[in-house]
């Protein structure tokens, strides 16, 4: 099963407003990393939150991690029609095998 | 692009028809990962690598195949290919920190894989 899940599976918004995507985690993790995809591309990095941090910003986005619930939000501020992507949480694991699992994604898209 | 490269990019086979995904990279990351991208299910890891001939399983190795003979490709093989395999598939490299965390990874553009 996905170590990551996302929520919501969808979110649609108008231009100018917040998006806040959610992502819950089963095992522990020694950080959290959200990752953006455009329409057919590839993943790209947006930001990495470890586990003894609490809250990361980077430009118009904010994350925040809890680990005793074992979730994550991303905030994204002030929406643009650019922003309209799926994003992703991944984990990276406690158990030393580097590996790095995805969630199933939020799509958002942010209409004009 | 982190000089990472998939090929080929887009191929249509057959059911049963061996089938070899390659991604090269260029940044010589220790960690070499093969995901696979269906609707609804996201990014589920195939297998992955840490190091020359050494390979794991991920979530979904079953009808998959790797090998990594050199730091710079990992190949991805379907050994008799199957409807349920045609995905997007993705590689991802990245240098996890020695004894201490994943760190961020940079992906291919993807190989669409289709199987009729």
């Known amino acids: 099963s996905q170590q990551g899940e996302e929520d919501p599976q969808a979110l649609s918004i108008q231009e100018g407003e917040n998006a806040t995507m959610n992502c819950s985690y089963k095992?522990?993790?020694?950080?959290l990393q959200w990752y953006r995809q455009n329409s057919g591309r590839g993943l790209v990095h947006l930001i990495l939150?470890?586990?003894?941090?609490r809250e990361k910003h980077s430009g118009r986005l904010r994350v925040t991690l809890d680990t005793s619930k074992k979730s994550s939000s991303l905030l994204i501020t002030a929406s643009r029609a650019a922003d309209t992507a799926s994003y992703f949480c991944?984990?990276?694991?406690?158990?030393?095998?580097?590996?790095?699992?995805f969630g199933s994604g939020t799509r958002l898209l942010v209409r004009p | 692009d982190a000089g990472i490269t998939q090929s080929p990019r887009h191929k249509v086979t057959e059911t049963g028809t061996p089938v070899t995904l390659r991604c090269h990279q260029t940044?010589?990351?220790?960690?070499m990962y093969w995901y696979r991208q269906d609707p609804g299910h996201g990014l589920r890891l195939i297998h992955y690598?840490?190091?020359?001939?050494?390979?794991d399983k991920g979530e979904v190795s079953d009808g998959y195949s790797v090998s990594r003979s050199k730091t710079e490709d990992f190949l991805l093989t379907l050994e008799s290919a199957t409807s349920s395999q045609t995905s997007v598939y993705f590689c991802?490299?990245?240098?996890?920190?020695?004894?201490?965390?994943?760190?961020?990874?940079?992906f291919g553009q993807g190989t669409r894989l289709t199987v009729v």
């Open positions: 991802a490299i990245s240098t996890p920190l020695q004894g201490r965390e994943n760190t961020e990874a940079f």
């Open positions: 095992t522990s993790i020694n950080n």
């Open positions: 939150i470890r586990s003894n941090e």
């Open positions: 991944a984990t990276g694991r406690m158990d030393s095998s580097y590996k790095l699992i």
């Open positions: 940044e010589n990351h220790r960690y």
């Open positions: 690598s840490y190091g020359v001939k050494d390979t």
